[in-house]
C-alpha cells in the first residue's frame, strides 16, 4: 500500500484519545507521570513517541506501546524520505498504513482514597424509664430532628467485570448534626433544655454498580454506626442541673450513588445515604448541679 504524509502520533493522540475523554493536557500529563510542556511538546509535533513515552500510553489505556512506536516509526521515514527527495515521499511504499489506536474504555478496577463531605438529618426518639429531675414520671420522652455538616474520608477497592462493578468501601466521617429543644418532656419543666448531637457517622458497606463509559452508577449496602449525645440543663423549679448522656449506636445502611471519572486519578460523586440506627438505651455519663 501507498500512503501520503501519516499523521503525527501527538495527532492521532489528541484527536482518538484527549478530546473524546475531554482531557486537559495537563490532566492527561499527570495521568501519563510526564511534566506538561512533555506532553505538549508530543502533541505539537515538537517530539516523537519515544519508547518510555509508549509503554506510559499503552499502561494508561491507550493502545499499545507497539502500535505507537510503528505509527512513529512510519512519521520519521516519510520525514526522511521527504528531506531526501520531496517528490518522492509523498508516494513511499510501506507495508501497510498506521493504525490509529482504539481508545481504551475506562477501567473502574482500583483501590482508592478520598474525601467526602456533604449534609445530614436524622431523627432521635428518647424515652425515660425512670422519673428524673426533668420528668415527672417514667415512660415520658421526645423525638429530635438533628442536622448539620458532615466531612470526612473513605478507602475501598473495585473490580470491574464488563460493565458491572464491585467493590466494598469504608467511610471514617465526623458530624456536627444538632438541635436544641426547650421544655419537650414535662410541662411541669418548661425551661429545661435538651440538646441532641450526632459526632461521627462510620460505615462499611458493600457495592455493586452498572458502568457507562466514564459514569458509573451503583448502589450499596452494609452496617453503620453513630455516636448520639444528649445534653440536659435544667431550669425552674429545679434550676441548674446538668446531665450528659451517649451511647454509640449501631444499625444498617443503604445507598446510591453516581460517580464521574474525571482523569483515570480523579472521580467526582455524589450519593444519598440511609441509616437505622437502633440499641437498647443511652447511658447517663453523669449529672451534677452547677
Known sequence: MRMHNPAH???VFRKACLKPMRLTVTAAAEGLGVT????SDLLN???GVSAEMAIRLEKAGWSTADAWLRMQVARDLWEAFFALDPAFAPDMPLKAPPRTPPVAAPNWSAFYVGANGGYGWGRADFAFPTSQFFADKAGEGFSASPSGGIVGGHFGVN???GPWVVGGETIIDWAKLNQGLVGVV????PGDSFTTR???YDSATARLGYALGNLLFYGKVGAAWARVGLDL???PPIPDVAARYGQTLVGVTGGAGIEFMWTPNIILGAEYNYASLSNDGIMATGAARI
Open 45 to 47: 509535533g515538537h517530539s
Open 186 to 189: 414535662s410541662p411541669t419543666y
Open 233 to 235: 440543663f435544667s431550669g
Open 9 to 11: 502520533p501527538g495527532e
Open 159 to 161: 473490580w470491574q467485570f
Open 198 to 200: 450526632i459526632h461521627f
Open 36 to 39: 506538561r510542556k512533555t506532553l
